[in-house]
């Protein structure tokens, strides 16, 4: 994650995916060319059975006495050719899966390394269903692509090829009537792909995409939509949608359905042996062809319309592959946050903000040129409206993302320059996305320090109020988060908390923002704020005006700039931009409509 919150995380990014999956299958090359040569092999000793039988019947319908040698001869081709198919298919088969596993296993290897690099910030803004689809499922859509459409694809160009090789060698004639039917599936291609059927493809997928959006909006809202009387509406919605679908579909349905039953017919086995025995039946009386020649053709014509056949059948798979494969790349394409070569260590726990800018988008930043200084043993509140870009000031300290300007600096050192484990040991969070590792709830509050002791564990849950709490759970401590219990927003929060105090870090950031959902869980944000040795660098966004008359210093955050800054006293006795944030905020506590009476935010126990 280069720059990774820069403005672009993901940008200019493509060629390096390319270079990734070109990359990872590269070592699997050697592989991939013994699959294929088993394959062609096993495709081509598969016809000698089929040639044997029309040997055979060539050979016996002769006129004239048997050749017993040449007729034992044939057989027993074609019984070896068998067998040889049955080896070399098998082996294919049988490294394909090989080659299958081992790329999956890259795959995945590849996407945990990755994901173990990549922006915090970038993690965050993803939902663990998305990342468990993608190293689960989108890594299995690649199977069928490795270990099967390689050998199916050769088999069924290989096969008609040959076969048609030896046909032209008995009759060219029929040869060339035995492709008709080939011909005209090939020739019904073109129509399929009309500029007014792409398009009606396209509003078919549009129109799927609309009633999977309406689905998922509906679903995923229904507690607000039903809540706010707004279920007939959605309902609507989805009846619009499934009605647009309904239209799209039979457009296309009935623009297709022609071309698509006249393609089937053309390929059906009936078919074929009409084409063949019409053209067969009037060379053979007129054309000084011997009858015993029509059977190679009878017997090898229908394969000659498979590659058509397994060309349709395929193809969804394949899709399916390519798809599942570009949302593989996409995240093998985020950059990673770059490690220092030489670590620099930090002195002391000064955080300093120089001149930082920041944007998730290009064009458009959210932090436009902060300087700030962090001093030991002080606490600073950042307050300001909505949007104004605190949550994403200090998700700066932990290294979310980089600055796309300016530097972060932590005990004299830049945040690029730190090896990430102190980084770790020097900066703790706990933000609204509070996320519990489905784990006891001892080892989630002894991340960052695994070997703790339950007294220490139970020490800092207990400054953080949920002591009382984790013992009435069904196993205290060793209750697994949930498992065996879920824990409320306000509760989660706690737990983060406890895990921020017993990590113990000089430096501690902290969102307020859902802090109040519950008297024990402001009570336990007021401890995490003051360290025992009064020694801690902390920035808090802050709600509570207890928060912000306690803070050394305020920073007042408009629009991506520091509006104001001082001490609570100055800024009020200045009358400026502050001292209007506070009476409206004041007012707005008072009034019952302040963050202190919203419902709890922070629900999300994951
Ligand atoms: N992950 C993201 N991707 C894109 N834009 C974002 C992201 N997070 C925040 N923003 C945008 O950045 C701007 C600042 O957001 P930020 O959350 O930092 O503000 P805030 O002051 O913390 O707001 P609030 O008090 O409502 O939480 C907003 O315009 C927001 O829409």
Redesign the pocket.
């Known amino acids: 994650m280069t720059a990774a919150g820069v403005a672009a995380p993901v940008q200019g990014a493509g060629d390096a995916a390319d270079r990734d999956s070109a990359g990872l299958l590269r070592p699997h090359l050697p592989g991939f060319a013994a699959l294929v040569v088993l394959q062609v092999i096993g495709a081509l000793a598969g016809l000698a059975p089929l040639l044997a039988v029309a040997e055979l019947g060539r050979s016996l319908l002769a006129p004239g006495p048997v050749d017993h040698g040449h007729v034992r001869a044939v057989v027993i081709a074609g019984a070896v050719g068998l067998l040889l198919r049955l080896l070399f298919t098998g082996a294919s088969s049988a490294i394909g899966h090989l080659l299958d596993g081992r790329v999956q296993l890259e795959f995945r290897r590849r996407l945990a390394a990755r994901l173990g690099r990549v922006p915090l910030?970038w993690l965050s803004?993803r939902r663990t269903g998305e990342l468990a689809k993608l190293a689960g499922d989108d890594v299995s859509a690649v199977h069928p692509f490795i270990a099967h459409t390689p050998g199916e694809l050769i088999s069924a160009f290989v096969v008609p090829l040959a076969s048609l090789v030896y046909l032209f060698t008995i009759d060219w004639r029929l040869t060339l009537i035995t492709l008709i039917p080939v011909l005209l599936a090939v020739a019904l291609v073109p129509l399929m792909m009309t500029p007014s059927r792409v398009r009606a493809q396209k509003e078919f997928d549009g129109a799927m995409g609309r009633i999977t959006n309406s689905v998922v909006e509906f679903v995923q809202g229904i507690a607000v939509v039903k809540a706010f009387g707004g279920g007939d509406r959605a309902l609507r919605r989805f009846g619009t949608a499934v009605d647009d679908f309904v239209t799209s579909f039979s457009r296309m349905v009935s623009a297709l359905s022609a071309v698509a039953a006249g393609m089937q017919v053309v390929l059906s086995p009936p078919f074929v042996l009409l084409t063949v025995l019409t053209g067969g039946a009037a060379l053979i009386t007129g054309g000084g062809m011997a009858p015993a020649d029509l059977l190679p053709f009878l017997l090898l014509g229908m394969g000659l319309t498979a590659p058509v056949a397994v060309l349709g059948h395929g193809f969804d798979d394949l899709q399916a592959a390519h798809r599942a494969v570009g949302r593989i790349r996409d995240v093998l394409a985020v950059p990673p946050l770059p490690e220092p070569e030489h670590p620099v260590a930090p002195r002391g726990h000064r955080v300093e903000l120089r001149d930082v800018r920041f944007g998730?988008?290009a064009g458009h930043e959210?932090l436009r040129g902060i300087d700030l200084v962090l001093e030991p043993g002080t606490v600073t509140a950042v307050v300001?409206?909505?949007?104004?870009?605190?949550?994403?000031?200090v998700r700066l300290l932990p290294r979310f993302f980089d600055p796309a300007g300016g530097s972060v600096s932590l005990g004299g050192a830049d945040l690029r320059d730190l090896a990430a484990r102190d980084l770790h040991r020097m900066v703790s969070f706990v933000f609204q996305d509070v996320r519990l590792l489905r784990a006891s709830v001892a080892d989630n509050i002894a991340l960052a320090v695994p070997d703790a002791g339950l007294d220490a564990i139970a020490d800092a849950a207990r400054r953080a109020n949920v002591h009382d709490r984790v013992l009435e759970l069904p196993r205290g401590y060793d209750t697994v988060i949930g498992e065996d219990a879920e824990l409320s927003g306000g509760e989660a929060q706690r737990i983060a908390i406890a895990r921020a105090l017993l990590a113990d870090t000089p430096v501690l950031v902290l969102d307020e923002?859902t802090a109040f959902a519950d008297p024990q869980t402001e009570l336990a944000v007021r401890r995490a704020l003051t360290a025992p040795d009064g020694d801690r660098t902390v920035l808090v966004?802050a709600h509570r005006l207890e928060t912000i008359t306690d803070a050394d210093t305020i920073v007042m955050?408009e629009d991506g700039a520091v509006a104001e800054r001082g001490t609570p006293a100055e800024l009020l006795a200045r009358d400026g931009r502050f001292a209007a944030f506070w009476r409206s905020h004041r007012a707005a506590v008072a009034g019952g409509t302040g963050p202190r009476d919203g419902a709890p935010q922070g629900d999300d126990l994951r």
């Open positions: 910030g803004g998730y988008r959210v300001g409206p909505s949007g104004s870009g605190k949550s994403t000031l923002a966004i955050l």
